[in-house]
């Protein structure tokens, strides 16, 4: 009995030895940015096949749990044409609290990359309406509502094409329906998302529109909601004009509302002194 009792103890011991050996093996690996990589191409891989289209990263690095950099990220819609891609992202998580539903975002950067958003011609359906409601919980049950704050935002080098199949294209001048912007500079701070209020500090936005339109710089306090799209402290800057307005706002019932832009929404707006002239945007 005693000798089984040595025999089992040794073989305990033994077992315990490799598990620590295991654990130490795997937290030095999971560091590994190869491995990391993997366990991301595992994960795009069953995205992939969950939203019925392709899901994918080239590289991903995890520094100290808490900071991400994926490279060569890539959303197709379900027709394989690309949502989103873009050469590298990175965020930093700053505070998660469970029991409050909070997330806190330290630093997100994007860089040198394209968003392309369309409506179908026949459905009017957005082209990422699928993951919407992929991740749109079916649940019954009541959870607190979450809250998600961006202490700061940047995004460089992009593109951004949006196209609402259903309109046809004007043949000059900004077209609302249909939009091309190259040269894409965004940095915001304080972007705070709770229920149906988005909340922000827009530092600066720098575009060019291929109606002629150029931005060289925009900011602002923004609050958006399902009644409005509110601006203090505006300020807009192109080649030609320097538009200033403590407020700038468009009101409306709901977002349908936008389906009827000049009926339905209303501008309340009012403007500081500013210089420009009038400019008629071609193609």
Sequence with gaps: MT???KIAAKTI???FEWVLILIIAFAFLIRSFPFQTFLAHQATKFLSKELNTKVEIGRVEIIFL???LLKDVLILDLKKDSILYSKEISLKLEKLDLNKNKFVIGKTNLNSGSINID???????????FIADYFS??????????????KDISISNFNLR???FRKSQLAYGLDYDHIKISDLGIYISDLKIEDDVISLNLTDL??????????????SQINVSSNGIRLEKFHLKTPKTKLNCSRLSLLYNDWEDFDLFEDKVKFDVE?????????????
């Design 206 to 219: 720098k575009l060019k529109e291929q109606c002629g339109l150029t931005i060289e710089k925009l900011n």
């Design 3 to 5: 000798k089984l009792l």
């Design 162 to 164: 949006y196209d609402d």
């Design 271 to 283: 403007i500081l002194p500013s210089n420009g002239c009038k400019t008629f945007y071609k193609r």
């Design 66 to 68: 808490n900071k991400v």
């Design 119 to 129: 409506r179908d011609k026949k459905t009017g359906e957005y082209n990422y309406q």
């Design 137 to 150: 919980s079916d649940s019954k049950t009541e959870s607190k509502p979450a809250t998600l704050i961006f």
């Design 13 to 15: 011991g033994f077992l």
